[in-house]
């Protein structure tokens, strides 16, 4: 969520005016506490009611609503602007992007930093962990999204806008294929990248080259929906853009794995007694 030029967060209550309340858009909590412009807002998926906030002044800060908006922690590792954040869905892990190259892995239990992913050429804008949490896709300036094994820190797969790839002197300035967001789809296969090139594209897990291309002009942001029929996508000119998603279906071997996956880290997978091609295959080391 971005909060645009503003160095606070303002929580509202919104009552169904069918409810007979007269109470409509009651401010409930304003968060002060950022020196700079707040860029991004992310929950906690476990229902906890955290708040983790993301800021132009180097930090993130972690706020807990159900004591009235306490302020938890401050996490410190950027050395410059910090874009976006997003926790991994059974919230243990957050994932903090920015500008120099920055990709950070935080421990929200004990709110550490756990490491730092090393790949990107440019300022990192966007990130998103898979539904199952083994993946985490982050989209860059350098003109890629990189997908992540979050648990080993490793490089899985590079999906590139521009051919052939930049040298990192290019890709690290100006070099119209910026990419600006990223969203990972529901089911998990599916993901979607938005660049300045005016191109929104699909790409599979599968596969390095993108699945279907659409035009889109002065995009930023995009956002699946829940069943992963639909991709939003916002531009700079205060249209919302919607696309009806390519369709498939899940083998159930990926149902398997996802399932599998959501309970288990990499270094667990690779214990298990089993064939190295089923553990290859659940560590997505087949990317």
């Given at each position: 969520?971005n ?12 009552i ?9 858009g ?12 707040v860029?991004?807002?992310?929950f ?8 983790v906030?993301a800021?132009?002044?180097k930090?993130?800060?972690v706020w807990d ?6 302020m ?5 590792s950027?050395q ?11 919230s243990?892990v ?12 935080w421990?929200m239990?004990?709110?550490s930093?756990?490491r730092k992913?090393?790949g990107?050429h440019?300022d990192v ?5 898979s ?5 985490l896709?982050?989209a860059?300036?350098?003109t890629r999204?990189?997908i992540?094994?979050p ?7 590079e ?5 052939p ?8 300035g ?5 990419v600006?967001?990223?969203a990972?789809?529901?089911d ?5 990248s ?6 929104v ?18 995009g930023?942001c ?18 919302v ?16 794995r ?17 064939p190295p091609?089923i553990?290859s295959?659940l560590?997505y080391?087949d990317?």
């Open positions: 969520m909060m645009g030029e503003t160095l606070g967060i303002i929580l509202c209550c919104y169904d005016p069918l409810h007979r309340c007269r109470i409509f009651k401010l409930l909590l304003n968060l002060m506490d950022h020196t700079d412009i860029r991004d807002l992310t906690a998926p476990d229902g906890s009611l955290m708040l906030s800021s132009r002044d930090t993130l800060r609503l159900k004591d009235d908006g306490n938890v922690k401050v996490l410190r950027h410059n602007w910090v874009y976006c954040s997003a926790f991994s869905p059974d243990s957050l994932c903090s992007v920015g500008a120099g190259k920055s990709v950070f892995l421990d239990d004990k709110y930093l756990i992913l090393e990107h440019n804008v966007s990130c998103e962990f539904p199952d949490g083994a993946l896709a982050t860059s300036y350098d999204v990189i992540w094994d648990h080993m820190g490793t490089v899985l797969l999906l590139a806008h521009l051919f790839p930049p040298s990192p002197i290019f890709a690290g100006a070099n119209d294929r910026w600006r967001s990223v990972f789809c529901h998990g296969r599916h993901i979607a938005i660049t300045d090139d005016r191109m594209r699909f790409w599979t897990i599968d596969e390095t080259s993108p699945q279907a291309i659409a035009p889109l002009t002065n930023l995009c956002a699946f929906s829940t069943d992963g029929s639909f991709l939003a996508a916002g531009s700079r000119d205060g249209s853009h919607f696309w009806a998603c390519p369709k498939s279906i899940a083998s159930l071997q990926h149902l398997c996802m399932a599998l996956r959501r309970v288990m880290s990499t270094q667990q997978v690779q214990t298990l007694p089993i091609r553990r295959y560590s080391q990317l």
